[in-house]
């Protein structure tokens, strides 16, 4: 039996998962698109969402028993070859990947597929981690009056005088430098190798999350009063608006590896995920409603902005700083999709850097792990050996850390870029990664596995979600989106 501190810890991987800093960002949306048409765009995606995750890990399972059936009837089934049986199911839970899921039931041009959408998606996302905690801590800084002299006044001969002025000015580094502060604890992080071992991360950004949107609302209706024009049905922005909301549900990348995470607990996954999403939909419609109530079309991206201008005190100071700090313990789950394709990529037997010879690891007696030889793996098909490896033991760790360490790198000279653009930057990124592999790819995968095993208005929902949502609503908010993003960049907004 579980106990509940490992329920806890589960739980805590699967909320952080979905739970990001874009819940700070809902208010500005529901400014951009109205009250009542934001509402129900939140309350149609959590359900979406919701089913869409759990048809992932109902056809993983159903691969998992297509790979380890045995042809012999259940009956004439020995102990040894049952016992083989459970190791080999244990071995392909722990490292069946959203790829291989696609590559086994739709052919390998999906494994690619996959793979860029999850790296695209997932570096997206913790990009938009380093702009935010970027813009936030840099005003956080305290302001300060600067004297200056001022010569652009023009007297009527046309001669300059020149004027001495005070400016409010913040006294916090550039934004370059800025966004560097947490650097050091993602490098650490991104050396982990098992998503279990965030479980205290988890924990402590899942307290810092709660803390943060708690105290959010109580500054928001703290003097409260309703801004005039507040709007119910705004369309023109409903693209960009299914964007942002598919991407503050935020965890279908990590649903595979914390779902196979949970060694002797995946089966309390969809319960958790149910809760999951039932809590970030309030999250984002209480905090959404709220915030563009009390601040209408004067809402910014990031609704701390509203905050400070208001209420520049210490214990608003202290809010953010812990908000901050519930995004940074955010960043490392989501950044171990991203790790777990370019690490399969390059040091997978086979690979570029990765051995010559496959070699599978396998579930020991004691629940540990340990290595067998090809001949060894029940899958009759020996094509379909290759699936659920793990990086190789022998791929040398600084290998693996210094392709970690570039990563980060690379995101934070992205993040410089477009540190003006987060919402912009999320709702793209957010379309990406539900439309592809939130609402297209997992109802296509059940219908190709299961579609003679269930309901024909089952397939009949599946088609409905992987065109309207997958298709049509992907493209058009992924095609408006990268035009917003354009034009504000040219326009210097």
Known sequence: MVSCGRNLIDFANVLKAFIGSFYLSIAYWFSQCGLALSLICIVVIALATDYCTNLMIVCKYEIIDRLTRIDNDEQDITAEEKEHQNKERE????????????????????LYVVNAALFITQFGYTVQYIIFLG???????????????NTSNVTDDGGLYPVVDNARVTTSPTYNLVVLIPIPFFMACSLLRDVRNLAPISLAGNAAVICGFFATLGIIYNDFHVADEIEYFKWAALPML???VSGAFEGIGTVIPVEASMVGNRHMYPYFLHLTICILALILSSLGISGYLRYGHATQQIIIANLIEENDSIFLTIIYTLICISVMLTYPLQLFPVIEVIENALFLPGKIFGPKTLVVESVNGEGGIQEASETDSLIKDKSKVGLAVAVPKSVSAWKRNLIRLLLICAEV????LFKDQYAYFGSIFGTIGASVLGYFLPPLIHIKLKRHQVWWGITALNVFLLTVFGVIGGSTSLGLGIKTIVDRMINNQ
């Open 413 to 416: 000279g992205i993040a410089i």
């Open 135 to 149: 813009n936030t801590v840099q005003s956080l800084f305290p302001f300060g009056n600067k004297p200056y002299t």
């Open 242 to 244: 299914f964007g942002a």
């Open 91 to 110: 071995r392909i839970g722990r490292n069946l990947t959203y790829a291989e899921i696609a590559n086994f039931s739709l052919g390998k041009k999906a």
